[in-house]
């Protein structure tokens, strides 16, 4: 088969159509990179270049309350520093380390009045423009997948600003709060992408972030999910497919109990089906192959050991590849634990296994 662009592979895999070979989509972390550099990695070469890994373009909008960002400390280990959410951590200076959250500003009703009027500012200013002006042409003369990023719904307001005991606490005690939040952030992102579409920009997908379960379990029950947090993404859903972009929808953890709902509002690719936390991908295929895309899937926990992780490449590609929508990745990123020797057999065996 003749080799097809980023763009027409990863279209033709989320459309449950065949290609010249299954999309390689990932990311990996600094530590990761810095590692694979030291054993061989040339410096002027990307590693999804090196691999043979599809570029994905993602072009954000700031949707923040634009907080003051400051540094308050400053240590030989870490910093102590404010965001644009109204979170202070203490962020480690070590590759790959995960920020404390030490207090979070907009965790109130009260100041989340004060965030919302703070976030409908200047809204021109958000928008990446120059970044679209001085690429755009170049990335879709190259055939790349570009893609609009949202960030909404519960990641957010969570993760990056009210606190995580908050927001859980709020959605059975003041749902309508809770609601509020999911809302304008979604209705921020569909005003500041309305103006990119309407200046002539056009996108393949629109993707979102929105972590809802950890191991073993969701945040919130199905029936939460129904009633707080499915509207807004099938506004999201709505919207995107309005505009005839695809939709993916990356979420970490074990969120299987929510897949029935994610294809009834009109999913088209889940990511990243995080095996340590409990996702079943053969199972997600064989039941909702037909309706959903799937990318990732293979245990990033087994990467730092060739003979299990192409065990697993070998039982779950063939299967996860039949009759399309599949891209291969690892079920959420690449660690540093995995070295630039065992990186190299491991795509090249997603190459050999994802050809059609």
């Not at 009703?109 to 958000?126: G, H, I, S």
């Not at 690429?135 to 997948?145: I, L, Q, S």
């Not at 996860?320 to 959420?332: N, P």
Request: net charge negative.
């Amino acid at each position: 088969m003749t080799p097809m662009t980023t763009r027409e592979r990863i279209l033709r895999a989320i459309h449950h159509q065949e290609a010249d070979r299954i999309p390689l989509v990932d990311s990996a972390w600094a530590g990761t990179v810095a590692r694979w550099r030291r054993e061989g990695l040339p410096e002027s070469v990307a590693w999804e270049d090196y691999f043979g890994y599809d570029r994905v373009i993602n072009v954000g909008v700031d949707n923040s309350p634009r907080f003051e960002s400051r540094v308050i400390e400053k240590t030989d280990r870490y910093s102590i520093i404010t965001t644009g959410w109204g979170q202070t951590l203490r962020v480690f200076n070590e590759l790959d380390s995960t920020p404390e959250v030490l207090d979070s500003y907009y965790s109130d009703p009260v100041r989340w009045e004060e965030a919302k009027e703070r976030m409908w500012k200047e809204l021109d200013t958000r928008i990446p423009w120059e970044l679209l002006k001085q690429n755009y042409d170049g990335w879709r003369a190259n055939g790349e997948f570009l893609r609009m990023g949202f960030w909404f719904g519960f990641d957010v307001t969570h993760s990056h600003m009210a606190g995580t005991e908050t927001v859980l606490c709020a959605m059975y005690e003041d749902p309508e709060w809770v609601q509020d939040m999911f809302d304008t952030y979604l209705s921020l992102d569909i005003e500041l992408f309305n103006r990119i579409w309407e200046a002539g920009y056009r996108f393949d997908s629109v993707h979102w972030p929105d972590d809802m379960g950890y191991k073993g379990s969701t945040f919130f029950s199905p029936a939460m999910y129904r009633e707080l947090l499915k509207p807004y993404h099938k506004r999201a859903v709505d919207w995107a497919h309005d505009h005839s972009m695809v939709v993916e929808l990356h979420s970490c953890g074990f969120i299987q109990p929510l897949v029935p709902d994610l294809v009834e509002i009109g999913i088209d690719c889940l990511n990243p089906l995080e095996i340590k936390a409990g996702m079943d991908p053969v199972y997600l295929k064989k039941t909702f192959g037909n309706r959903l895309a799937f990318h990732g899937g293979i245990n990033a926990q087994l990467w730092d050991k060739i003979d299990l992780v192409t065990t697993e490449m070998e039982r779950i590609i063939p299967l996860l590849k039949e009759g399309g929508g599949y891209i291969f990745a690892s079920d959420h990123s690449i660690p540093n634990s995995v070295s630039f020797e065992n990186m190299k057999i491991i795509s090249e065996l997603a190459h050999k296994l994802g050809k059609y």
